[in-house]
């Protein structure tokens, strides 16, 4: 089976520029999320998608960032216009819809990393 | 959600048995504990998760005393390919929980 995928694995663009972040979740996974790493921080939560809803978008940064999940299937993630402090790893992560009281183990992708200049 | 505490760094070496403790003093009734491993240049992979007591699968232990204030990561055997940042997390185990990492404990495995 697949595991999470992201595209493309690094990019490199000017502040002021727009950049687009893919992710492609584990067929069936339900819950999306996605979570960056800006250089000397710790992981932090960006989002989170059920299906194609947003659930919880309390980490995101601005209204710079622009996360879709059309049709629930996978993600976009766009930043427009980028900034200096937007560079970092952005990391997707999905895991199934589980029962309430049930551990829900997320499964994450190896990460974009995202340069600008 | 929960605090957790845990060395910014540990150096092993191989064959040696790691014991990476973490603590979350305001640990909640409804709180599992939870430990992710991160390679360079990859995602945070889970590895074990526990409520209360002891907690063994192929990769590791996890022991949590009574109280529940702190829990221990157990590796046995360690071996240079577990070199890696290990990562406690603390939270309610929902089937929407997002995950708040804290810094995380490098582990240099040597040979």
């Known amino acids: 089976e697949a595991g999470v995928t992201q595209f493309p694995s690094h990019s490199v663009i000017e502040k002021g520029q727009t950049v687009t972040l893919r992710c492609d979740p584990i067929s069936g996974h339900d819950n999306l999320y996605w979570y960056r790493r800006v250089m000397g921080k710790e992981i932090k939560f960006l989002l989170h998608f059920v299906k194609e809803s947003k659930q919880d978008e309390s980490g995101m940064p601005n209204n710079r960032f622009l996360a879709e999940r059309t049709g629930g299937t996978y993600s976009t993630l766009k930043v427009q216009p980028a900034e200096l402090e937007d560079s970092g790893v952005y990391f997707c992560a999905s895991s199934q819809v589980t029962s309430s009281g049930t551990y829900n183990e997320q499964f994450f992708g190896p990460g974009t990393r995202l340069t600008v200049l | 959600l929960a605090k957790t505490t845990q060395p910014i760094s540990m150096d092993s070496y191989e064959g040696q048995e790691v014991n990476i403790t973490c603590s979350h003093n305001n640990i909640a009734t409804n709180d599992y504990i939870t430990w992710y491993q991160q390679f360079p240049s990859q995602g945070p992979r889970f590895i074990i998760q526990?409520?209360?007591t002891k907690v063994t699968n192929e990769v590791a232990s996890l022991f949590i005393p009574a109280d529940r204030k702190s829990s221990t990561l157990s590796l046995p055997r360690v071996s240079l390919s577990d070199t890696a940042v290990y990562y406690c997390?603390?939270?309610?185990?929902?089937?929407?929980?997002?995950?708040?990492f804290g810094t995380g404990t490098l582990l240099a495995v040597q040979p």
């Open positions: 997390l603390v939270g309610y185990g929902g089937a929407t929980n997002k995950l708040i």
């Open positions: 526990g409520y209360k």
